[in-house]
Structure formats: C-alpha cells, structure tokens
C-alpha cells in the first residue's frame, strides 16, 4: 500500500502532465495556428487526476463500521468504489495527507490515482506566457479546440445531497467539490479578494466594515518575527514579511477600486494563520464569498461585523453572540428552506464567549451587561426599518436581540458546506429605540469597540485552533457523506 505522500506525488505528477500539456498545446496555437490531435480530448491528456478508493466493508455491519471511528470524517461507513477529481495538489497537500493518512489508518482500503475524464478548462492555465501569447485570440475560437468552462457540469448537488446515486453504478463521492467545481472557486476567489488562493488560512474572520481591516493589518504586521507568523499578504499587493508600526498607512486604495471583497491573510506556516475578508454589505456578497471560499475547507469562519441591537437594555458597543438566527436574507431559500434549523456550534460557541471574556476582562453577571446571547436577525432590506410596524411583531416573536446583513447567510453557508461557523456582533446603533449612527456617535463608537471586537474574534481562531478534530462536528454531516472533510 502506498503512503500518503506517495499518492499525492502521483496526484501530482498527472495533474503537472496534463497542465503543462493543455498550457504548451495552447500556445503552440497561439503562435503557429497548431491545432492539437483530437485523440488528446478522449484519452486523458488534458484531464484531471482522479483518485479512486475501494472499500470492502470488512464483513461488519453499518453501525460496527460507524462505531468504529468517532470522529465526524476521514470515516468509510459504506463498502464500494469513491472518488474526486483533483486540481492544485500542491495548494491541497496537507488537506489531502491528513484525509487520505486518518482513512488509511482505520480503514482497509485500496486506493489508486489516474487520469480522469473530466478535463480542465483552458482559462485555468492562463497565466504568465500563456496569457500573453493567447491575449490575441478569441475565448470563443479556443473553445473550438481546447476544453472550455462548462457550468452545466459545475454545480454544488453533492454539498446540496441532489446527487445521490441509490443504486451506486457509479462511484460514490470521496469529497464535496470534484476538481471544476474547486478551480471555479480558485479563480472567482482570486477575483473577488485580490489575494492569491495559496495565502488563504485555515481560520477566517469576515467582516462588513473597512475600518475591521486597519485594525487587522496593524495588529498582524506587529506579529510578525514572532516565532509563527511569517508575513502578512492582502489586496492591492500588500506583501509584508518584518515586523513593523502602523501597517495600514501601506494599505492600497485601488484595492477597493478593483476588488470587491479584498483578503488580509497573517500566514502561518502549516495554513494555521487567521484570513480577514471585508465582504461588504449584504446577503449576496456573503453567499458570493463562502460559495468560493468553502473550497479552501477551513477550519473555522466566524461573523466579526456590526448590527443594530433590537432590545432596549442595549448599549451601542455591546456584543451579540448568536445563538440561533432569524432567516431574511433569501439569497439560499431554494437549497436550504429557511425552516431547515441551523444548530449552534458548541466548541465555536465556548470560543466565543471566552475569548469575550478574555479580552474584555470581566466574566459572570458583568459580561452579561455587555453581551447578549439570542437570535440574530439576518434580512435582505437595507431599509428595513421603514417597515417596522410590519416586522416588529415578528422579530419579537423570534427574540431577536440583534439585526445585519449577513450573519445568518453564513453560518447557513457554513451548514450547507460543513464548516464550522459562528457570529459576534457589536451593536452600532438602535434604529427602533431612536439611537440612530449618527457622524460623531459612529466615531467614538468604532474607535473604542472595534480594537477589542476584532481582538475577540482573533482570540476565537486561536481557541479553535487548539480543538483539533474535535472542532469538526457530526451535526454537520448528511446522511451519505463524503468521507473527505
């Protein structure tokens, strides 16, 4: 049997071949009107690797073999045949080794790599000389010769469980995004942060609010030299690998000119640093941002932005940690029904609440005054309020003690994906109490909440971190799940 290492060099030495094929294939047509031999669609040349998995089941019954391993993945509870298609192995190694190490452990298995019949699509390999030999010729005219982006065969139905196979004549999935799916997400992810995949960590932070980010990167830059962190990276070119003050005053403007939702990655060596993504306001954008985001397979995100507090006992600068969240926001309503309850995350829930503890340096009934535990409201109207009269009964009858944007889309994103998710919020304003945000208010507001909110969040990764595989709970899991995490 081989190693794990062994099979990911295999994984990618066939995905090298097939990459350096279609990029050379390309341009030599670019420059000499070459076309490729057409045998090249059909036997493989350009295609992904597929690794490929049977399991016998070792004579035990379904409950013997879900007994067996008590974690939440890497955990066969059906014999037969399971594979996935794979892209950037070396972006995905240490994912892929420590799956493929856990299932090699418990499970006996065999296990082969080879060439699929899903090709990759030509604008995944167009960087460097490929793009500038092939920026004179038309998509539409490469995609008479070379494997083109085809949506109809990118979807989410496995994440989703629409393509289930009862009668297994073909193999099961061995993970929730095949090879397109996840090169899809690299490039819309690239796009929408301004950030290059590689820097992405394993614990995210998303926020609606830029001045989350001047906090951020100075905090970051400051880690540096430390011992773990090795540099700080981020939209606009932000490259910083030395300590230093002040960072965001090197932060570029033309990051919010070009890139909708820019990334601020503290990069650790093993992918253990901590990721900030300004995602703007709205449902849409957080759908948009865990869509692309939920391939990298973190280990964590977490809500860290604002909202107005829905109780009168509120004080602007008060937290809200979501326990349960009030569906608006509609942007899932067709693959997650609102009615579909999304659970609390205990191991996120405990982060929280001590790390707001920590920071804040009170505990016991003087949290309590600053933080409020409920729902969280999460609605699609910007003008919500000028429908008050229609909305107040509902949201009392919910015990909603906060509203926003986007909190409740993602942890329904987390849900949908299997990724644990959690939210504080910091109360910025009371619109039905009539403490509106106004000018000065939001100033002294965010000068001294935002500091020790983000620090919160910060500490939360951190604790999380520290839960391991524990952190990864069954509630997550369908009932036929993929074994990759």
């Known amino acids: 049997m081989k190693t794990p290492q062994e099979i990911i060099e295999e994984i990618t030495r066939l995905y090298d071949e097939a990459r350096s094929a279609l990029r050379a294939d390309m341009i030599d047509y670019a420059k000499h009107g070459t076309v490729p031999d057409r045998m090249k669609r059909t036997d493989g040349t350009y295609a992904y690797p597929e690794l490929r998995l049977k399991y016998s089941g070792n004579g035990k019954t379904a409950a013997e073999r879900a007994s067996e391993v008590p974690r939440s993945f890497a955990r066969l509870t059906r014999p037969g045949r399971y594979a996935t298609t794979i892209t950037r192995p070396k972006l995905f190694a240490n994912y892929l080794e420590e799956q493929l190490k856990l299932i090699l452990e418990d499970h006996e298995v065999t296990v082969d790599v080879g060439r699929s019949r899903q090709e990759i699509p030509f604008p995944y390999v167009l960087d460097g000389e490929a793009a500038a030999e092939l920026a004179r010729v038309s998509p539409m005219e490469l995609a008479q010769h070379f494997p083109a982006t085809e949506l109809a065969l990118i979807g989410d139905e496995i994440a989703d469980g629409v393509a289930i196979d009862a009668a297994q004549t073909a193999p099961m999935p061995l993970s929730l995004f095949d090879g397109l799916r996840t090169d899809f997400s690299l490039a819309r992810l690239q796009h929408y942060t301004g950030t290059d995949p590689e820097h992405v960590q394993r614990f995210v932070l998303f926020t609606n609010y830029h001045r989350y980010v001047d906090e951020f990167v100075d905090w970051a830059a400051e880690q540096l030299g430390n011992g773990y962190y090795t540099a700080l990276a981020g939209a606009g070119g932000l490259y910083i690998d030395e300590k230093r003050a002040n960072a965001r005053a090197i932060l570029s403007d033309t990051a919010w000119r070009r890139h909708q939702m820019p990334a601020y990655h503290l990069i650790a060596p093993d992918g253990g640093g901590i990721t900030l993504v300004n995602i703007g306001v709205g449902p849409s954008n957080a759908k948009t941002i865990t869509d692309h985001m939920a391939v990298m397979r973190p280990e964590a995100w977490l809500m860290i932005g604002h909202c107005g507090g829905l109780r009168p006992s509120q004080k602007i600068g008060d937290y809200v940690l979501a326990h349960a969240y009030l569906r608006d926001d509609h942007v899932l309503d067709s693959v997650l029904p609102p009615e579909i309850p999304l659970p609390a995350i205990a191991e996120v829930q405990q982060a929280m609440a001590g790390a707001a503890e920590e920071i804040s340096g009170t505990g ?78 939001a100033n002294r507001f965010y000068e001294e909440a935002i500091a020790s909110h983000l620090q919160i969040g910060i500490r939360s990764c951190e604790l999380l971190k520290a839960e391991g595989e524990r952190l990864h709970s069954r509630k997550l899991r369908a009932f036929n799940e993929p074994p990759f995490r």
């Open 364 to 441: 016991g009934a003087d949290l309590k005054r600053r933080m409020r535990t409920g729902t969280v409201v999460t609605t699609d109207d910007r003008n919500w309020e000028l429908q008050v009269s229609k909305t107040a009964q509902r949201f009392s009858l919910s015990r909603a003690v906060g509203i926003d944007m986007e909190s409740a889309t993602i942890a329904a994103q987390g849900y949908r994906f299997r990724v644990p998710y959690g939210t504080l919020l910091c109360v910025s304003d009371k619109p039905i109490h009539g403490e509106l945000k106004l000018p000065g208010q």
